[in-house]
């Protein structure tokens, strides 16, 4: 069979042709797609400066569907979707990250970390938790032991939340004996409650022993002992604090002037608490030193205690206690100027917090609102 070369000569040129054609298109196309992406990229920014989040999200997902390697534009989107409370979603965007296995250690860290935070704004605490714990010995190790901290806070698991305490101290990023101290007290109130008042006593032995200078450990053990039937013990307990922190007596003068007429220790309890009120004129101490200057055979009336506190300081706590023991010209209209006057009052014997302005009818270690400790002065609102 004769083979015609002039088909040869004929295909050569045509397969050149279309060699070059085919690279041409390729090359368009690459330098189409490489526009694509950034274009859309700045476009997300624009976007995003703008405070237009959806228009933002939806070319960021153009970007990443161009270029679905670029990390930084997963890590973007997934940022975007936490803010936006999104986040299965971002959860989505952060798990196929970590599902890559051409990430580097540091990026692969990052999206741990990222993952760990997605968890913690949906409230998943125990995916966060695990999640957290894989960033053992990274950058992210000091923020992920913080994280860990407030959630065994928030789910009241103290024990968990003081291994993480010393941890956290043991690396040098502050003291948190204090914290120790309020786990321990913690720890040792669910024990009373459950009647295991030696167990309890013991637990808050130790919190003393962290934080010598806490009060709150001096006071729980003072009511500890109270129900142990040491009332002595437990007023020598409040005597050495007043002495040791001022500010913390109108927190626990009440329960000290009924130890003191309970010791039968009065006149030294009127002492220690009228040295306090001529240093700090408390409500709460007034109310104690009424209290107990009533026993006494010379004592003043609480009427001229009230009347003396309200010539210092405008108080109408005070005067709603003054008015309650008087006889009114028209004294059938007492019981209503009372209530009135109560009423009134009611807010202003509340606490509040320093950090964010929680108010509570009771004294609170911890702030029920932003959860920060010993954020509570222990002064009533009208004092504040």
């Not at 913690?186 to 637990?203: D, F, I, N, P, Y």
């Not at 014997?349 to 009818?361: E, L, M, N, T």
Request: net charge negative.
């Amino acid at each position: 069979m004769n083979f015609d070369l002039s088909w040869i000569l004929l295909g050569l040129p045509l397969a050149f042709v279309l060699g070059w054609m085919a690279s041409s298109f390729d090359l368009r196309q690459l330098r189409m797609q490489n526009r694509q992406a950034p274009k859309a990229y700045f476009k997300g920014l624009n976007f995003l400066l703008n405070e237009q989040q959806d228009k933002a999200i939806d070319a960021f997902v153009e970007a990443v569907q161009s270029d679905p390697d670029t990390s930084e534009l997963h890590f973007a989107l997934g940022n975007l979707f936490r803010r936006r409370g999104e986040y299965d979603r971002a959860v989505r965007v952060h798990e196929h990250l970590l599902a890559r296995g051409d990430l580097s250690q540091a990026e692969s860290e990052r999206a741990q970390h990222a993952l760990a935070l997605d968890f913690l704004k949906a409230g998943l605490l125990d995916r966060a938790e695990d999640a957290l714990r894989k960033l053992h010995n990274t950058p992210y190790e000091a923020q992920s032991l913080l994280s860990l901290l407030a959630i065994y806070e928030r789910s009241r698991d103290w024990e968990h939340a003081s291994e993480i305490a010393e941890k956290l101290q043991a690396a040098g990023h502050g003291s948190f004996s204090s914290r120790q101290a309020h786990y321990l007290c913690e720890q040792a109130s669910v024990k009373a409650k459950l009647g295991e008042l030696g167990r309890a006593k013991a637990l808050l032995d130790q919190a003393i022993a962290a934080a010598p200078q806490a009060p709150r450990p001096h006071i729980d053990l003072a009511n500890i002992m109270k129900s142990m039937g040491d009332a002595l013990a437990a007023y020598q307990m409040l005597s050495a604090l007043i002495v040791q922190d001022s500010l913390m007596i109108p927190l626990i003068a009440k329960q000290f002037a009924a130890l003191a007429k309970e010791c039968q220790r009065t006149d030294q309890a009127l002492v220690l608490l009228q040295t306090s009120y001529k240093k700090s004129a408390s409500l709460d101490v007034l109310d104690a030193i009424v209290q107990l200057d009533a026993l006494t055979p010379s004592g003043n009336s609480a009427r001229d205690w009230y009347v003396k506190h309200l010539e210092n300081e405008p108080s109408l706590i005070a005067a709603a206690q003054w008015i309650s023991g008087e006889k009114l010209e028209h004294e059938q209209f007492h019981p209503q100027v009372q209530r009135a006057l109560d009423h009134a009052v009611t807010p202003l014997r509340r606490y509040r917090c320093a950090a964010c302005g929680f108010d509570a009818v009771q004294h609170y270690w911890n702030c029920p609102g932003c959860q920060t400790w010993d954020s509570y002065p222990a002064k009533r609102i009208e004092e504040l």
